[in-house]
């Protein structure tokens, strides 16, 4: 077994000095009637090559991104990740290292934590970042529990325009604290009335932009109301990159800022994983879960980094912390990181006017074709379109003819009557021939 | 006889008319270690005896600091939220968190004097 | 002709210690600025082509302020990057016997079979039928799993051991609303030994937490358990192997007991590693246990994630899983997402879970098989023995000599009165090229220090190990305390302070004043 250094040999010199006979003594503890006396049945060990053919033959099933005309969005985006980043996080040192308990042997982590929470709070236009979440619709529901800490009321209100995922995942997590949750119905026009839900009852009010459906949204009048009535607005975006080109949420005066990282730097992975980006201002920083670097000196009065504030966490305040998380997204906010320090201001900006600029120019192409309907006002990189039928069977068939085109509404929202819109999703990989394989499918598809 | 009584939680109460002045006890202050966040009631704020009246943390830990007695917030030491070293340097001077109007001096009257404290400290270690 | 040009190849002095550098640089120990320091906005290791000219359908909404990101050429990004990665120690580089974490050899094939674009280039939303075989690969890992465990279902979505907590208890809640019984049943029952995250979970799952003491042998036993027992109970939560490296011996006991009140057993599995192939859980009546892929099944830590966890389940909670999951008949697999017409406790994150952490546990699984992952637990066993054995007679052990799972823990009496403590010995592992071992967990054992070697290192690799261990601890007993207080003395860093860094949060870079402003001062 190529990953087990002990040879037999040693295995009896060990026991020996350990004054055993069998190693199943040291499993003396075990009921004796359940300790399993052969292997399970199951396959024995293999070889690299026979794994790498199995799995191989497995993968090969999939149809993968970059080898269609590609449109799938809604909450996870295809974006070129420079080859750099991928041999960088690699690097065995970050790669195989754990969280950095022992500052002295783990400043490489601690300082790329301390870039990347900084890169975040830059990027939304707040104080603060931590350190990562899990993903953005985790991080949605962990600050929707921050707010209600913060303003010690437990009622959310939730846009229409939110990610009907990221809904779920906080009305899940609100049902078990015993929390109540307004959900508006779905937005497609973001025309929704927030404002004549926020009163004094209300902790947070939690808008997507852009929201689900693509459209872009003004939050400072909802921020103004809230902060009228002490209530927080917490900012959501699924679409990292589109912080390269809209207004960032801290500048509309959102309170708490979350969203998907994924865009940056990691692929889609079929859902997995991802990096939850989570930032707020300043006066709030001890209600925020997860872990945070901060600046500090050592014994030498050297500048380095350490974890700190971590008396908020589970491993100190047990039943008592902000949250049970313990683990961060750590390679990926690297790759994050990393990605973002690759474009800078200059890249980020160009990158993300590539993405609208594709945006645009399928949404002009699609705009004439009888059958089908444009409904945003505004977009960065993904707008919804209505078609005659039922979308779910038009993008079937749209991936019959190799065109993955995006993502059905009644795929996120079975029961909403929506069942003719579809989210399409465009970035700086799509080229002038998947727009037109885009328009060509979408003809056949909608004729039959 | 002395005005000042412990609790078996390390907070200690200084009683003067009926205004009562609390804090954690130098033991307590020592075994927490650096103390970096201190969070405090609002005046006004009415607290029941052994109930949590503020939170103090140092780097390795978070503790509740409970009311020895019952009574009212009239002060707090916001002193020490901006500099909560204060704690560690003068537990029992400067390094006071509340003020509270008490209601019961009964309650006062159970705690345990300096040297029922000592006596208790000592039985600790 | 004598050539005396060219250059000495003897040394010509004794090598001089903490000289100091122009660059504070020490030969590979290179420092580094911030990327804030050196990068700058216009600057792009990216090219792109400008788009052709197009109207903008932004509205009121373009950005108008930078958002001042700096940026770096390639070159400069990866020296950055490579150079900030020196500065850590890893797995690869050496033994990092960090108990309860699990720092096992993270095999390379993994990573390859996780970048293949069938796995890492597909979107969790496009059709169903085109991923065939993420499904496949997810009922594979699922067979596995679930054969492992003797359990009746697993939930594969949760996205870390916290996570997967959350799932599991959220099906038990779950199941005792089912019951009716939600108002009634509030209290989980947990070990004064448990991971932090326990009682963290049960909390934020709206449950009351009551806690269980630990025996003076290390374990819990089932009449503690008893005695807290009633109506009012809806779970208990138990590590086990616990968090002092113990088999919890009496679990069937307290399986029995807590079924019989009518309450569910949950299990963290965070040291499922000691176990596989050796006993299964559902053997044991567990109800639901996550497993950390990151930790039994080798996917990197990366530095603090991202992980995987998980969640195995009984007949009684498999109904109550969250979704999405997948449901199989005899020849086809589907994908369940929404809750409606189904039992299940909602939805935990947006997507299908850790496709990437799936695909390299898959891997490491078929690589080891059932005969391998046996044969591992059995190495790790054996090998946390082995340095048990091997430092009894100058440390102390809580628990008495007596076989540990795959962690042996020692406590610090050993070192009392000497003037070293456990941070000090930890520090001190650091100046040899270790990685210390976990201290100060668990809290029940007092100046604890958790030490898991893993079946990833060699009878070699662990007699050095132990014989640094050794002379670290005659060290400590001939009174040599400057090797320890003040150390580590060869690190990229020495102990830094974490007072200031909590009592005045810098968090973030700013913008530093301009040199003449701060003179002026």
């Known amino acids: 077994m190529r990953y087990l250094p002990l040879t037999d040999e040693d295995r009896e010199l060990m026991l020996d000095r350990i004054e055993v006979a069998h190693v199943d003594e040291l499993f003396a503890d075990v009921p004796a009637d359940k300790l399993l006396k052969a292997p399970l049945d199951l396959p024995r060990h293999k070889g690299e090559l026979e794994v790498e053919r199995m799995l191989s033959r497995i993968a090969a099933k999939n149809m993968t991104a970059s080898t269609v005309p590609f449109f799938v ?46 890169q975040v709070a830059m990027l939304t236009g707040m104080d603060v970042a931590n350190a990562s979440m899990y993903d953005g619709s985790t991080g949605c529901a962990e600050a929707v529990l921050m707010a209600h800490r913060i303003t010690r009321r437990n009622k959310a209100v939730l846009s229409g325009g939110l990610h009907p995922h990221y809904a779920e995942v906080v009305r899940t997590s609100s049902h078990l604290a015993g929390d109540h949750v307004v959900t508006m119905s779905p937005d497609i026009s973001a025309t929704e009335d927030l404002l004549a839900q926020i009163d004094d ?36 975006f699924t679409e990292a990159m589109s912080l ?70 589970q491993h100190i305040r047990r039943e008592k912390a902000t949250s049970n998380i313990c683990t961060n997204s750590g390679l990926c906010c690297l790759a994050f990181s990393i990605h973002l320090t690759l474009l800078g201001n200059k890249g980020l900006t160009q990158v993300a006017r590539i993405n609208h600029a594709n945006a645009v120019l399928l949404a002009d192409m699609l705009a004439p074709i009888a059958g089908v309907d444009v409904l945003n006002e505004t977009f960065f990189n993904e707008f919804t379109i209505r078609v005659r039928g039922k979308a779910a069977d038009v993008v079937e068939a749209m991936a019959q003819r190799g065109v993955l085109a995006g993502v059905p509404m009644s795929r996120l929202l079975p029961d909403a009557g929506l069942d003719d819109l579809i989210i399409v999703a465009n970035s700086e990989v799509n080229t002038d021939d998947d727009r037109r394989a885009f328009v060509d499918a979408l003809r056949q598809s909608l004729s039959n | ?18 205004v009562g002045t609390v ?76 003020k509270l109007k008490i209601t019961n001096p009964d309650e006062f009257a159970k705690l345990m004097d300096e040297d029922a404290y000592k006596a208790f400290v000592a039985s600790m270690s | 002709m004598l050539n005396k040009q060219g250059r000495p190849t003897t040394p010509a002095a004794a090598h001089v210690e903490h000289r100091e550098t122009f660059t504070s640089n020490r030969a590979l120990q290179l420092e580094e600025a911030l990327i804030f320091d050196v990068g700058r906005e216009d600057v792009c290791g990216v090219d792109f082509d400008e788009p052709a000219p197009f109207k903008a359908r932004l509205g009121a909404h373009a950005r108008k302020a930078s958002t001042g990101l700096p940026g770096l050429s390639e070159p400069e990004a990866v020296r950055h990057y490579v150079r900030l990665s020196q500065k850590n120690y890893s797995i690869d580089s050496g033994l990092y016997p960090l108990g309860s974490c699990t720092m096992k050899h993270n095999p390379r094939l993994n990573e390859r079979m996780a970048r293949l674009p069938g796995f890492s280039d597909v979107h969790p939303l496009q059709p169903v039928s085109t991923v065939p075989g993420a499904l496949e690969l997810m ?92 109506p009012e109970v809806a779970a208990i939560m138990l590590t086990n192997p616990n968090t002092c490296g113990l088999f919890e011996k009496q679990i069937v006991e307290i399986a029995d007991a807590i079924h019989a009140a009518g309450g569910y057993f949950y299990c963290d599995g965070a040291n499922f590693n000691a176990i596989v192939g050796k006993v299964r859980p559902g053997d044991l009546g567990v109800d639901a246990m996550h497993i950390n892929l990151h930790k039994t099944f080798s996917t990197p830590h990366g530095g603090g994630g991202p992980g995987s966890g998980p969640v195995v389940l009984s007949k009684r909670l498999a109904p109550f899983a969250p979704v999405p999951f997948l449901k199989r008949d005899d020849k086809t697999i589907t994908l369940v997402e929404h809750a409606k017409g189904t039992q299940a406790a909602g939805r935990i994150t947006a997507f299908h879970g850790q496709m990437g952490m799936f695909v390299r546990a898959l891997s490491y699984i078929l690589s080891h098989g059932s005969d391998g992952l046996q044969q591992s637990s059995q190495d790790a066993v054996l090998n946390a023995n082995y340095v048990r054995a091997c430092m009894a007679d100058l440390m102390s052990l809580p628990f008495g000599n007596r076989p540990c799972m795959h962690e042996a823990l020692f406590d610090d009496a050993w070192l009392k009165d000497t003037g070293v403590t456990t941070l000090d010995f930890a520090k001190a592992m650091i100046d040899e090229g270790y990685h210390p071992m976990t201290i100060y967990f668990p809290l029940v054992v007092h100046g604890a220090m958790l030490i ?70």
């Open chain 3, 452 to 521: 898991e070697p893993t079946e990833s290192e060699s009878k070699a690799a662990l007699d050095l190990f132990i014989m640094t261990l050794r002379d670290l601890a005659f060290s400590v007993k001939r009174g040599e305390t400057e090797r320890f207080v003040g150390a580590p003395h060869f690190a990229p860093r020495a102990r830094l302070d974490e007072t200031r860094a909590a009592r005045q949060p810098v968090l973030r870079w700013t913008p530093r004043k301009p040199v003449l402003a701060e003179a002026a001062e």
């Open chain 2, 1 to 18: 006889m002395s005005n000042i009584r412990y609790t078996k939680d390390h907070e200690y109460i200084r009683l003067d008319g009926d």
């Open chain 1, 244 to 313: 390269g080109l809209v207004t960032p949420p801290g500048e509309m005066g959102a309170d708490i800022v979350v969203g998907e990282g994924q865009s940056i730097g990691n692929s889609l992975n079929f859902g997995g994983p991802y990096v939850g980006l989570f930032a707020t201002r300043q006066a709030y920083v001890r209600q925020m879960p997860g872990r945070l670097c901060g600046e500090t000196v050592d014994a030498d009065g050297r500048t380095g980094y350490v974890l700190t504030l971590s008396t908020r966490e």
């Open chain 2, 23 to 98: 804090g954690i006890t130098d033991y307590a202050q020592h075994q927490l270690g650096d103390v970096v966040f201190v969070e405090l009631p609002s005046v006004g704020d009415a607290i029941v005896a052994g109930k949590q009246a503020a939170v103090v943390e140092s780097v390795k830990a978070a503790s509740e600091v409970y009311a020895p007695v019952s009574g009212e917030i009239v002060e707090v030491n916001s002193a020490i939220e901006a500099e909560p070293a204060v704690v560690n340097e003068d537990p029992v001077g400067k390094g006071w968190f509340v």
């Open chain 1, 201 to 236: 009852s209300v902790s947070c009010v939690v808008v997507q932009t852009p929201d689900v459906f693509g459209n872009l949204r003004d939050l400072t009048a909802i921020a103004d109301k809230c902060h009228k009535h002490k209530a927080l607005l917490i900012a959501v």
């Open chain 1, 73 to 118: 969005g809604a909450g996870a985006y295809k974006h070129h990740v420079p080859a750099s980043v991928d041999h960088l996080i690699q690097r065995s040192e970050f790669l195989t290292s754990y969280t950095p308990y022992q500052p002295e042997i783990a400043q490489g982590t601690l300082h790329y934590l301390f870039e990347f929470q900084t």
């Open chain 3, 139 to 230: 009922q594979d890992l699922s067979h596995w799993l679930i054969t492992l465990t003797g359990m009746e279902a697993v939930a594969l979505s949760p996205k870390a051991g916290a996570h997967g907590e959350m799932c599991g208890m959220m099906t038990i809640r779950a199941a005792i609303e089912a019951r009716g019984e939600s108002a009634t049943r509030r209290v989980v029952l947990v070990p004064d030994s448990a991971h932090g995250t326990n009682p963290a979970t049960a909390a934020a799952m709206g449950f009351e937490v009551r806690s269980v003491p630990a025996g003076a042998d290390g374990i819990v036993h089932v009449d503690a358990v008893k005695a807290l027992l009633g």
